[in-house]
Nanobody, 123 residues
Framework: QVQLVESGGGLVQAGGSLRLSCAAS????????MGWFRQAPGKEREFVAA????????YYADSVKDRFTISRDNAKNTVYLQMNSLKPEDTAVYYC????????????????WGQGTQVTVSS
């Protein structure tokens, strides 16, 4: 099992940027593809972005494409989500998660989850 801890959330004005980090424990981190999801109040958890275990391939939700960038540093056991041009509708709790099903956008295909970090975008 991999334990995940997200950080980097906060309050930002619309148009601003934040970088989220997800630190993983365990020696198997580099074996997993990783994803970011988010959940706004009263809404279902939704897929945001994912990156292959090797770091050489990524995919995104249409709502964040060209604004968000996922990356990873396997030497540091960390995955990142750079969020630019933030909008109020990006407000949510953001979670990172592991998966062995690269290409999936379904939360049920992701195994270990972090506790989440709050991102709030003011208008």
């Amino acid at each position: 099992q991999v334990q995940l801890v997200e950080s980097g959330g906060g309050l930002v004005q619309a148009g601003g940027s934040l970088r989220l980090s997800c630190a993983a424990s365990g020696r198997t981190f580099s074996s997993y593809s990783m994803g970011w999801f988010r959940q706004a109040p009263g809404k279902e958890r939704e897929f945001v972005a994912a990156i292959r275990w090797s770091g050489d391939s990524t995919y995104y939700a249409d709502s964040v494409k060209d604004r968000f960038t996922i990356s990873r540093d396997n030497a540091k056991n960390t995955v990142y989500l750079q969020m630019n041009s933030l909008k109020p509708e990006d407000t949510a709790v953001y979670y990172c998660a592991t998966t062995l099903s690269y290409g999936s956008r379904r939360s049920r295909d992701f195994g270990s989850w972090g506790q989440g970090t709050q991102v709030t975008v003011s208008s």
